[in-house]
């Protein structure tokens, strides 16, 4: 019932920038957190940030002073702003809401290379 679509993936050079979207479909309450998770190959999932309903913001140690998370005008959309991108950083981000339930999106692919 509940779907979380993210866009904004693609391919970037090292030092570029991307901003992904997530919005969420099916629902009209407000979900209590929603954030974003990244995994690479190989390598467990982990998470990047999270914003709650009341704005509070959480980072992933690696991302802060670079990745900026904000919450869109409509109802249960939020964004990722990703400045100053590495190899490291490419990875599957997921889009991740928590309500009565877990709900995860299906993935944004974000390449880094020359």
């Known amino acids: 019932q509940v779907q979380l679509v993210e866009s904004g993936g693609g391919l970037v050079q090292p030092g570029g920038s991307l901003r992904l979207s997530c919005a969420a479909s099916?629902?009209?309450?407000?979900?209590?957190?929603m954030g974003w998770y990244r995994q690479a190959t190989g390598k467990q999932r982990e998470l990047v940030a999270t914003i709650t309903s009341g704005g509070t913001t959480n980072y992933g140690d690696s991302v802060k002073g670079r990745f900026t998370i904000s919450r869109g005008n409509v109802t249960n959309t939020v964004f990722l702003q990703m400045n100053n991108l590495n190899p490291e950083n490419a990875a599957g981000y997921y889009c991740h809401a928590q309500g009565p339930d877990d709900h995860w999106g299906q993935g944004a692919q974000v390449t880094v290379s020359s």
């Open positions: 099916g629902i009209l309450s407000r979900f209590y957190v």
